[in-house]
């Protein structure tokens, strides 16, 4: 089903199913609309309910005014499920930035959250770390995409918002599942992919410590866009959850 929901004087587009609880949450990455979890979407909501949307300014969602932070990008997913038939609790799935907004979520309404599923997703201050790899000709403007929320696709204050999921990450024993891309993105030449992603790979393996109940996952045939290059992967970790099968859950860090 799709629908259309006034948030905060805005129309929201989201898409969703209905077949139970829990229901499990999709959340996007920077700049991109719903319809990148069709495929994964499709597959779980044959099982249970679901939901994505486009968040303001994306897809077909009336834009916000900016710049917006991660606390902002919470609450308007929280107003918008408290708008549509979709019932929790609520298994979230995040990608790249996507996966700030699932932790956040989580912190703020722990008790709306079942589990959380991080697809490569963003490390807060994740720019200051690729500094120490990166050639001087590179780190100005890896550093202003950090600090100026003009040069990113939706407008997001990275700092501002790097600093809300700090102040609000405490451990707790909601389950977390960590999805990490094995391959390194190739877009630029100039980029020292292999190191970059050395860097990601560990910073996403310290996300263990997030949950008394975590698990990490290399996806070793994806690039970031793990659910596209691998869905499977991401479906399997998401019916682990459902199905509260996994005995795999650790508590140690790499």
């Known amino acids: 089903m799709e629908?259309?929901?006034?948030?905060h004087g805005r129309k929201l587009f989201s898409k969703y199913s209905l077949k139970g609880t829990?229901?499990?949450i999709f959340i996007a990455g920077l700049g991109d609309s719903c319809e990148s979890w069709n495929e994964v979407q499709?597959?779980?909501s044959q099982i249970t309910s679901t939901y994505s949307y486009?968040?303001?300014g994306i897809g077909r969602s009336e834009a916000a005014p900016v710049p917006r932070t991660c606390r902002d990008l919470v609450e308007e997913l929280s107003e918008l499920l408290l708008r549509t038939?979709?019932?929790p609790p609520?298994?979230?799935?995040?990608h790249s930035f996507g996966g700030l907004v699932a932790r956040l979520f989580a912190s703020r309404y722990p008790e709306l959250a079942l589990g959380i599923v991080l697809v490569d997703a963003v490390p807060e201050y994740k720019e200051l770390a690729y500094e120490k790899m990166l050639p001087k000709k590179l780190i100005a403007g890896n550093r202003a995409y950090l600090e100026n929320p003009m040069l990113n696709s939706e407008k997001i204050d990275k700092l501002q918002s790097y600093k809300e999921i700090v102040d609000h990450s405490l451990q707790s024993n909601i389950p977390l599942s960590i999805?990490?891309?094995?391959l390194p993105d190739c877009d630029d030449e100039e980029w020292p992919h292999q190191e970059i992603l050395q860097i990601e790979?560990?910073?996403q393996a310290d996300f263990q410590r997030l949950s008394t109940a975590s698990k990490l996952r290399i996806a070793g045939c994806s690039r970031h866009y793990v659910h596209h290059d691998e869905p499977e992967i991401v479906i399997e970790e998401i019916m682990l959850m459902l199905k509260g099968r996994d005995t795999s859950f650790i508590a140690s860090s790499v």
């Open 54 to 56: 486009d968040r303001a």
């Open 201 to 203: 790979q560990r910073l």
């Open 179 to 182: 999805i990490t891309r094995g």
């Open 42 to 44: 499709d597959q779980i």
């Open 85 to 87: 038939p979709v019932e």
């Open 3 to 7: 629908a259309l929901h006034t948030c």
């Open 90 to 94: 609520y298994i979230l799935v995040g």
């Open 22 to 24: 829990p229901a499990v």
